[in-house]
């Protein structure tokens, strides 16, 4: 059986002025489904280059990119902004929570990317704001709430339309040890029990151990891979 | 597609910021809507003013303004008698003799002004049907009859010119006799009064012009009569020809007005632009994070115009309020005449489609800047 996500020689250049810039080259990767990924490494070692990459919201230069039954890196920007809407959960690390609307309307803003009903839409809401353990939270604005709860909106917000697939960038960067570690729980708890994958770029050993394995790149490759 | 209540809201985030779009689409639309209907109304009553079944007979050499002319008294008979297929009712050939004069006068209650008078004879009646007595009678001699917007051209109170009161002109009284209309004419702040009076008060022995209304004659038939009769020195010219020429007199004052509009309308969407250029610029990464939801930039763009319309809307909307209170009715005197601003369909249109495009044209430069930025670079903005 073939990995949910399958990465073959992947490679990111970009041109910054006369300056040609690799921050990934070459990058073999296999991620099967439910695994929850930490990606570790220093500044400029690629490591966001390749979470955008698997998020869709940047492409390849070169190599495959395979997704559950998608090719990613042959999809059009539109195509890519459908495929994110069904597929894919981003969390960010400052959480990117829209400031005029509560957090169930947040929470709510993928769902109606999809013909869905007003009904519907609410017992999804309320079910994923449930989970992260704010239902009682639905209808403050985010500079009601503190980090910590920010980000768990967030993280309702990438999980109510059920993707198969959640990236986190830095998701406990701005949080204190209390409420990082709060997140890590639940997102080790959307890998094993709701069986979704998760990459998570950190430079957090602590929130890297969270996760069931970690991989480390340096100049756009990778150098080492710990499974916990 | 983004909810329109995200639109919105939007426009709430920042009241000082809806209140500078509000208010300079409002300056924009209202500068506009002024413009237009100031222009339409001074073309409105050289347009209306101007028959093409009318003929005027001038002065050769004066054919650009009634006012400098002079036509022998003689040339009244000579035209009724000589050109056929003139219009006639009752037997009475509608040749009208006229003298135009501008001269100061004191109303009743003291206030000295300068006005338009038109020396005319019941012919006068027959050379313009469309002019209505609305109340009183036709000025006999010793009397004055008012054009509707007279009080208005004349800046004084309306009661001044009230049936019954006396005009002091050329140290003679007049009692005004009635109001007469013409609508959107230049006669509308006219000042009649006997054509004999006038003659003797200006000790005048020639006309003005001769005003002739043809039932088949054309202008031809009356051009040739004045090469016939050259020993008048006359000229004939079609009553509305004669006002088109008055209006391109008067392009330089509308160019004026439309660059004066077109200015002050250019700074503010300038600082529209700009306002809108801050405010977008500082949403850019929470458009990158609709976009990496799956909203497509069209989506985030059409959301992005909902909102610039509301605003430049709403400031429409204001603008046609404030015309209401401030333009609608309102009396505009130049030389050519009185008129009447009015929010027309055509002005209404006009401030509908600058609104609109205010909202549009104005928001696409921003939002596309906004909407630009790949998404992993808008995603690391502030």
């Known amino acids: 059986m073939s990995a949910f996500i399958q990465i073959r020689d992947l490679a990111k250049s970009y041109t910054k002025g006369k300056v040609t810039i690799t921050p990934l080259e070459g990058l073999t990767l296999d991620v099967e489904k439910g695994d929850f990924l930490a990606l570790m490494g220093p500044s400029g070692s690629g490591k966001t280059t390749l979470l955008n990459l698997v998020a869709g919201i940047d492409t390849p230069t070169s190599g495959t990119l395979q997704i559950g039954d998608h090719d990613v890196a042959k999809l059009s ?21 829209v400031p005029i609307l509560s957090a169930f ?17 609410r017992e999804k809401v309320n079910s994923a704001l449930e989970l992260v353990g704010l239902a009682d939270r639905a209808h403050h604005r985010p500079t009601e709430l503190s980090g910590g ?80 | 597609m983004l909810p329109f209540t995200y639109a919105v809201r939007n426009l709430l985030r920042d009241p000082a910021r809806l209140l500078q779009t509000v208010g300079g689409s409002a300056l924009v639309v209202l500068l506009l809507i002024a413009a237009v209907a100031f222009n339409n109304g001074m073309d409105g009553v050289l ?41 006639e009712q009752l037997g009475q050939v509608a040749v009208a003799g006229e003298i135009v004069y501008q001269a100061p006068l004191t109303t009743s209650s003291g206030k000295k002004t300068q006005a338009f008078f038109r020396g005319v004879l019941p012919p006068s009646l027959l050379v313009r049907p469309e002019l209505q007595v609305l109340s009183g009678h036709f000025p006999g001699p010793g009397e004055i009859m008012v ?24 140290d003679q009284d007049f009692i005004i006799s009635g109001t007469f209309t013409a609508p959107g004419t230049v006669m509308e702040s006219e000042l009649w009064l006997d054509r004999n009076d006038l003659a003797t008060l200006t000790q005048r022995e020639s006309l003005s012009a001769v005003l ?37 007199f008067y392009g330089p004052i509308k160019v004026m007005t439309w660059l004066t509009a077109g200015l002050v309308a250019a700074g503010a969407i300038f600082g529209g632009l700009n306002t809108l250029y801050a405010a977008f610029a500082s949403r850019i990464r929470e458009m990158a994070t609709l976009q990496a939801i799956g909203y497509n930039r069209k989506a985030l763009l059409v959301s992005l115009l909902q909102e610039s319309l509301l605003a430049s809307l709403t400031g429409t909307l204001v603008a046609f309020l404030v015309a209401v209170f401030l333009l609608e009715g309102r009396t505009v005197s130049l030389s050519v005449g009185t008129f009447v601003l009015a929010l027309s369909p055509t002005v209404i249109l006009v401030g509908l489609v600058a609104g609109v495009l205010l909202g549009t044209v104005g928001t696409l430069p921003p939002a596309f800047r906004t909407l630009a930025p790949s998404l992993p670079k808008a995603l690391r903005s502030q």
């Open chain 1, 77 to 97: 920007r539109a195509q890519l902004a459908k495929w994110r809407s069904k597929h894919v959960g981003y969390i960010f690390q400052l959480y990117h929570l």
């Open chain 1, 105 to 121: 309307e947040n929470v709510e803003l993928p769902l109606l990317l999809s013909k869905m009903s007003k009904a519907e839409r």
């Open chain 1, 149 to 228: 709860q920010e980000q768990r909106v967030a993280i309702a917000r990438a999980i109510v339309h059920n993707p198969e697939l959640l990236v986190a960038d830095e998701p406990t960067g701005d949080l204190d040890r209390e409420s990082a570690d709060s997140i890590l729980a639940l997102l080790s708890s959307l890998a094993d029990d709701h069986g979704k994958t998760i990459v998570m770029v950190t430079h957090d050993p602590k929130a890297a151990a969270a996760a069931k394995r970690t991989l480390h790149l340096e100049k756009g490759q990778l150098v080492t891979a710990t499974a916990v």
């Open chain 2, 47 to 87: 347009t209306a003013s101007g028959s093409p079944r009318n003929v005027i007979i001038v002065g050769k050499g004066s054919e650009e303004s009634i006012e400098r002319s002079e036509v022998p008294l003689a040339s009244e008979s000579a035209v009724a008698t000589s050109v056929r297929g003139l219009s």
């Open chain 2, 147 to 170: 054009g509707r917007l007279s009080a208005k051209a004349l800046g004084v109170p309306p009661s001044d010119l009230a049936e019954g009161q006396t005009l002091n002109f050329e």
């Open chain 2, 212 to 248: 002739v209304r043809t039932d088949g004659a054309s202008i031809e038939d009356l051009e040739v009569f004045a090469l016939q009769r050259n020993d008048l020195e006359l000229s004939a010219i079609r009553e509305d020809r004669y006002y088109e020429k008055l209006a391109q």
